[in-house]
């Protein structure tokens, strides 16, 4: 039985070069209504607990994507490292039906990276310009993956994430660095990106380097999803999020990779001294 569900759960070749030919890929129902009940409701409390609304990311590409009025009112709620707060989070991390599919891409071996909250608020949800992962958490090569588990169903009129297909390919671009790192908007447009939607358990794959954006929430609900990024062990960060911070092997075992050191104390270099 194990090993017959490994089987089905794993990519088709079909899902493998959609990947390969675009940069991102749409999975349905990786995730159960009831899982997705737990993870939703952690979710809730920890919103309101943790988290207060903010206008999200900043710069001038602002202007572009709203008018006057959404620009003052536009909220976001963000929150590092959910897998900190919720014990159902830390699981679906580990979830075999995901990261089964994340090794059919840049495994075998596959490391958690980072975990992170992206909620646009009901009515004025702040969009995201497009841009690409690459810049917040810099990787030598391609072998990275993020995640989108949808706790809720992403549409149109809630702000689906919109891909530019095949972006992928072009590795690493320079962004825009006034506010937060972006692409310039007359030239990567978010009317030319495809729409992705999907339902509450899908999850959608893409690449680093794949060029991606979102519209402005217009709906009366929430619009919540957690991302979750996924890296191959010999992929050296350069840079940015989580940089210097060993992960969490979530598939396989990790090779011994020149300059990559992994120390029983975290970070530290030393052990830390007794109080």
């Known amino acids: 039985m194990v090993a017959r569900a490994q089987q089905l759960l794993a990519l088709t070749e079909e899902q493998k ?7 991102f890929l749409r999975l349905e129902r990786v995730f159960s209504p009831d899982e ?26 602002r202007q572009k994507y709203l008018t006057a009025d959404q620009e ?23 979830q075999p039906r995901l990261v089964d599919a994340v090794a059919d891409l840049i495994g075998p071996e596959v490391e958690f990276h980072h975990a ?3 909620a646009k608020a009901p009515e004025y949800g702040t969009p995201f310009p497009m841009h690409q992962d690459h810049p917040f958490y810099p990787h030598e090569n391609g072998l990275y993956v993020d995640a989108l588990i949808h706790v809720d169903a992403a549409t149109e009129e809630n702000g689906c994430l ?12 320079e962004h825009v660095k006034v506010g937060s790192p972006h692409l310039p908007p007359e030239q990567y447009r978010l009317e030319d ?3 992705c939607p999907a339902s509450a358990g899908d999850v959608i794959l893409f690449s680093i380097h794949t060029i991606h954006g979102s519209a402005l929430n217009g709906t009366a609900e ?27 092997m979530v598939r396989g075992v990790r090779p011994k990779v020149d300059g990559v050191t992994i120390s029983p ?11």
């Open 72 to 94: 003052q009112k536009a909220q976001l709620s963000a929150l590092h490292e959910l897998e900190c707060y919720s014990a159902a989070w830390s699981r679906a991390i580990f």
């Open 222 to 248: 929430w619009r919540r999803l957690v991302r979750v990024g996924y890296r191959n062990p010999r992929n050296r960060q350069t840079g940015g999020q989580a940089m210097g911070r060993p992960g969490t």
């Open 162 to 173: 919109k891909f530019l297909r095949g972006s992928h390919k072009l590795g690493a671009l």
């Open 36 to 61: 997705i009940g737990v993870l939703g409701s952690d979710l809730e409390y920890i919103m309101q607990v943790w988290t207060t609304p903010g206008r999200g990311w900043e710069g001038p590409w």
């Open 193 to 195: 990106a495809v729409s």
């Open 265 to 275: 104390y975290g970070n530290w270099t030393q052990p830390p001294k007794a109080n």
């Open 17 to 23: 070069a959609f990947f390969e030919e675009n940069g």
């Open 116 to 118: 992170t909250l992206h």
